[in-house]
């Protein structure tokens, strides 16, 4: 589902970024075309304080709606992140962009602060191909958010998961549960002690014992 306003867009540059004035002729295209709302374009070199304040490392960095993006993106790309605005799907998508550049702190933030945040990254570790560095980070949010009430939402979807015909899955969402403390957890770790795959097998007894149900 997306929002029909569409995106404003907030590019920081400076004279001497060589990618900047590609950037810019990317974005005023997108305004001349409609697809984002409106353009605000800062040089750095007279707001400094700006970038501190946004902790920006790189350049040119751009805000799309409710992405933080460094470094030249194409067209193309940046076509994509303002259609995704708005929408689950861009959500997710903008997290895993995140995890896989190692970026876990920001994940963190944004996944501490709404709860469709968390949604959206247990909606990627169904993904049997999502790449390995995406499911650790996704591991490490959750695990740094034990028993905190706002993972009673990615209790059903876990639920879920633990059925799925990956055992990959399985066990990541079962390694993820015991660490909800929800009163649902023993009941789906109990079932996964009988699993086909030895992994998942160890990870529902490793998790009955966090919760002290073993």
């Known amino acids: 589902m997306r929002d029909t306003q569409r995106p404003e867009a907030l590019l920081l540059l400076s004279s001497h970024c060589p990618h900047c004035p590609t950037a810019l002729t990317n974005l005023a295209e997108l305004v001349k075309a409609g697809e ?26 751009l805000r799309l709606g409710p992405f933080e993006l460094t470094g030249l993106r194409s067209l193309d790309e940046l076509r994509q992140w ?8 861009g959500r997710a998508e903008y997290l ?38 995406v499911r650790i980070g ?8 034990e028993g905190d009430p706002r993972l009673a939402t990615i209790v059903d979807p876990l639920k879920d998961l633990t059925r799925s015909s990956a055992a990959h899955i399985r066990a990541d969402a079962a390694h993820l549960l015991s660490y ?34 073993g």
């Not at 303002?82 to 799907?89: K, P, Q």
């Not at 009988?194 to 002290?212: C, K, N, Q, T, Y």
């Open 36 to 61: 984002i709302e409106r353009l605000e374009v800062i040089n750095i070199e007279r707001r400094p304080q700006l970038a501190q304040a946004l902790g920006v490392r790189s350049l040119p960095w």
């Open 138 to 145: 996704i591991g490490a949010i959750v695990e740094g958010l």
């Open 180 to 213: 909800t403390h929800s009163a649902e957890a023993a009941p789906e770790l109990r079932r996964l002690l009988d699993d086909i795959d030895p992994d998942v097998r160890e990870i529902a007894e490793e998790g009955l014992e966090r919760l002290g149900a």
């Open 82 to 89: 303002a259609a995704r605005a708005g929408t689950a799907e």
């Open 96 to 133: 895993r962009e995140l995890l896989k550049e190692g970026e876990l702190g920001k994940a963190n933030t944004l996944a501490e602060a709404d709860s469709g945040q968390l949604l959206a990254l247990i909606g990627l570790l169904g993904d049997p191909d999502v790449e390995l560095s």
